[in-house]
């Protein structure tokens, strides 16, 4: 049976971290405070030297019916309580990769990463929702070791748990990781051409085929055939799913 213990690696143990490097603490509190107001995406702070969560958002989606003090004060045991027992193994393996890699990058660089996956939470119902989860480091020990990191939780355009990859700040590049034969392999990143962006774009204010065609002043054809080469490239089977990923990959 898991434990919390074991979301926690000798490659990242922080023996101390003095009291006085946790005074701007509050600060970083109170912007993430203000930031969560504006968005529906839940976000919390891990300390991993309190080996606990530093900061946990009120916002809903994260929280599985539960306040967000209560999730706060669970810290770890929280994902212990409400990740789904199919979907536990698969996060520890996460966790324990994103570390890994991590070492293979120079402490300078490290905070430009971010880790990105999808998993299942056990909501009040009884039923899982699968949510899709980023997080980056947001401060370094003196050492270089990751001592806290943010992270961020919203609904997944994904159809089932997994979907590992990791991305770099300014780089098109990312990594996907092969739970298979626990490997990264990296890929170059999807670019989409401006007219790709416009139709996705226009697809999220919810206009119809005919309004896309009349504003970007091509065919209705020409529009079904963008989507579709859209579709094949995202590797999607819908405007829904390709506006999910384009978001989560920050393409637009």
């Not at 999807?190 to 139709?199: F, I, S």
Request: with cysteine; glycine share 6%.
């Amino acid at each position: 049976m898991a434990k919390k213990e074991d979301f926690f690696i000798q490659e990242n143990e922080i023996l101390f971290v003095p009291d006085e490097d946790y005074a701007p603490m509050e600060r970083y509190i109170q912007f993430l405070d203000a930031f969560s107001r504006t968005t529906y995406v839940s976000i919390y702070v891990i300390d991993y030297f309190r080996k606990n969560f530093l900061y946990v958002s009120e916002n809903p989606l994260f929280l599985c019916g539960m306040p967000a003090g209560k999730v706060r004060d669970m810290g770890y045991d929280f994902y212990l309580e409400r990740v789904t027992d199919a979907d536990l193994p698969l996060l520890l393996e996460i966790n324990r990769a994103g570390f890994l890699f991590s070492e293979s990058v120079p402490p300078v660089n490290r905070l430009e990463y971010t880790l990105v996956y999808d998993f299942h939470m056990k909501q009040p119902s009884g039923k899982a929702m699968l949510v899709h989860h980023e997080i980056t480091p947001l401060h370094l020990t003196r050492d270089g070791r990751i001592w806290l990191a943010l992270c961020s939780v919203s609904l997944s355009s994904q159809t089932k748990a997994g979907n590992i990859e990791i991305s770099r700040q300014g780089c098109n590049s990312r990594w996907r990781y092969h739970p298979e034969n626990k490997k990264w392999v990296k890929y170059a990143g999807v670019e989409l051409k401006d007219y790709e962006k416009e139709v996705l774009r226009l697809s999220a204010q919810g206009c119809t085929m005919n309004e896309i065609s009349e504003q970007i002043h091509k065919s209705v054809d020409t529009i079904k055939g963008y989507k579709r080469l859209l579709f094949e490239k995202l590797n999607v089977g819908n405007i829904t799913e390709a506006l999910g990923f384009a978001i989560h990959h920050r393409l637009i």
